[in-house]
Nanobody, 115 residues
Framework: QVQLVESGGGLVQPGGSLRLSCAAS????????LGWYRQAPGKQRELVARIARDTSTNYADSVKGRFTISRDNAKNTVYLQMESLKPEDTAVYYC?????????WGQGTQVTVSS
């Protein structure tokens, strides 16, 4: 069983920045594909960004050029650097770790972008 613990959410003004972190209690963390998803009220959960074990990345079109996903295998941690935040980025952000048929989720962290 893998536990994922997100941190770094909060309230930020439009145009501001936040850095989310997700610490994992996982052996062989370097083998996992890691992702950040978000869910806004009344909407489905959507992929924000994903980083594979070879560090290749992909992003939702809505965050390209503003968000950056990265991983530190030595610390069992994945990050999401968010810049130029917009009100529409407001959501609960979830960390995901997947390998083979196993799929794990964190509890989520709230990000609110508002003036």
């Amino acid at each position: 069983q893998v536990q994922l613990v997100e941190s770094g959410g909060g309230l930020v003004q439009p145009g501001g920045s936040l850095r989310l972190s997700c610490a994992a209690s996982a052996s062989y963390f370097n083998l996992y594909t890691l992702g950040w998803y978000r869910q806004a009220p009344g909407k489905q959960r959507e992929l924000v960004a994903r980083i594979a074990r070879d560090t290749s990345t992909n992003y939702a079109d809505s965050v390209k050029g503003r968000f950056t996903i990265s991983r530190d295998n030595a610390k069992n941690t994945v990050y999401l650097q968010m810049e130029s935040l917009k009100p529409e980025d407001t959501a609960v952000y979830y960390c995901n770790a997947a390998v083979a048929s196993a799929n794990y989720w964190g509890q989520g962290t709230q990000v609110t972008v508002s003036s």
